[in-house]
């Protein structure tokens, strides 16, 4: 086991997921490191939504609000290309305001936004100024007439910080997306989470290019700094990064398995993977060549807040703290969700043991889900012509062998012992329904990450 000694300082440098062998080995879960050591419980949480900052509908105060108040324990708001600091500014992703009158903004800090006569992406709307005002006051939102223009503060991330973090209770995690595409317009965003800079976009030939140059950048820019690098859903908009870039990119450590907004994307092509297969064919590579497994988070990365929250993680941390749950993610110890909860996950090396904590009464299913140290490798590519609703693409198509069902149990609770020809196992746990869809689809469920 590794010691809680050498995970810590591991994770105080920046390459914490990157370069790991350590990680590589088996990880036990759920032990306490010592008796004096306090209990471990599940936070849940969200890593990847969206405010006014950028092209999120509510104001940052009332998005966070929400997610306080809809039973989370952390979030970080992960605005495009911006974070939320004091500096003061008048444009951002997708819009640019920089008033008549500049005098009017003396001793101000902070971005300010235009209210939009009308509504659409990514607008601020007097509806979202009363909506605001309506939870929290008038005094809450700042406003300067300039002209015919009103100006709209937007919240720093310390000021909502010193608002909304609660010891213990809700922990907010600085970061941001970076958004932009390859010359194919592939798109390829990640998060940075636990940073309070950003850097300028990293554009490039090829989807590969850019997370490399990206990762690289990050490496370099927070060098010293416990953050973490997520490579957002792959398949938004249309099979924008592939497996086979993460295969090239084993420094990478998580990605979106489940994101909410990839369900506003491009319907997938019928011989196309999908994440939960996109993971299983870059875990079936590291594990066969004894690289560190990447992991899947599930988030909600959401702009309109009148859809559901679909998907986030939950971790297991001794305190809610970005140090804690970091280590517990480099343990291994989180699962991604879309509805359904674990009470406990426990590998000892060989066995992986799952029990569900239920909430409703129904019929579910445990699927221990690996890859047989004998399944083919080969990718066949597929190029798809430009469609009415998709644009060209050449598509990786894998083989059945990836990813297969090695046992199932109809139950809340159960386990699955690695056999000589397994390379790892990972369970997911499904409701029982006539109507349950494939893959990251499967609703509700609950993923729990791939151990060997
Ligand atoms: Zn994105
Ligand atoms: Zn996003």
Not at 128 to 135: G, L, P
Request: glycine share 6%; with cysteine; net charge negative.
């Amino acid at each position: 086991m590794l010691s809680p000694v050498s995970r810590r300082d591991f994770l105080k440098t920046s390459t914490a997921l990157a370069a790991s062998t350590a990680l590589a080995g088996p990880h036990l879960l759920a032990a306490q490191d010592n008796a004096s050591a306090p209990q471990k419980q599940w936070f849940k949480g969200n890593l990847h939504l969206h405010t006014q900052w950028s092209d999120g509908h509510p104001l940052a105060e009332w998005a966070v609000d929400w997610y306080k108040s809809h039973g989370y324990h952390f979030i970080c708001p992960s605005d495009h290309n911006i974070f939320q600091s004091d500096q003061l500014r008048f444009d951002g992703f997708g819009f640019s305001n920089p008033p008549a009158d500049r005098a009017a903004f003396d001793g101000q800090t902070s971005l300010w936004k235009v209210i939009s006569p009308s509504p659409g992406w990514p607008r601020l709307t007097q509806a979202h100024v009363d909506q605001t005002i309506e939870k929290f006051g008038p005094d809450t939102v700042r406003m300067i007439r300039v002209g015919d223009q009103t100006y709209v503060r937007m919240t720093p991330f310390d000021e909502l910080e010193t608002q909304f973090a609660e010891d213990g209770k809700f922990l907010m995690i600085p970061g941001y997306e970076q958004t932009g595409g390859a010359a194919n317009d592939q798109q390829v965003h990640v998060n940075f989470l636990n940073v309070r800079e950003i850097f300028p976009y990293i554009s490039g030939e090829t989807p590969r290019e850019i997370l490399a140059r990206t990762f690289a950048r990050g490496e370099q820019l927070y060098e010293g700094q416990n953050y973490l690098f997520m490579a957002n859903h792959p398949l938004w908009r249309y099979y924008d990064f592939s497996p086979q870039d993460l295969i090239d990119l084993p420094q990478i450590r998580l990605f979106e398995l489940n994101n909410n907004s990839i369900a506003g994307g491009l319907d997938p092509h019928p011989q196309g993977w999908m994440p939960e297969k996109f993971w299983d064919v870059v875990n079936a590579h590291r594990a066969a060549h004894d690289q560190p497994l990447l992991w899947g988070v599930g988030t909600d990365d959401r702009h309109c807040y009148q859809t559901p929250a679909k998907a986030w993680c939950v971790v297991r941390a001794a305190r809610l703290c970005t140090e804690d749950l970091w280590e517990a993610i480099a343990d291994s110890d989180f699962y991604a969700s879309n509805g359904l909860d674990f009470q406990d996950i426990h590998f000892d090396g060989k066995t992986l043991a799952v029990k569900m904590d239920v909430r409703e009464q129904g019929a579910y299913r445990i699927e221990f889900i690996g890859t047989k140290k004998d399944y083919d490798p080969t990718r066949r590519v597929i190029e798809v012509a430009k469609g009415a609703r998709n644009p060209a693409r050449k598509i990786d198509v894998y083989a059945d062998t990836i990813g297969v069902v090695l046992d199932t149990v109809e139950g809340t609770e159960g386990s699955y012992t690695l056999k000589s020809d397994d390379l790892y196992v990972r369970a997911k746990l499904v409701k029982v329904s006539d109507d349950l869809k494939p893959d990251w689809q499967a609703e509700p469920a609950a993923w729990t990450q791939p151990y060997c």
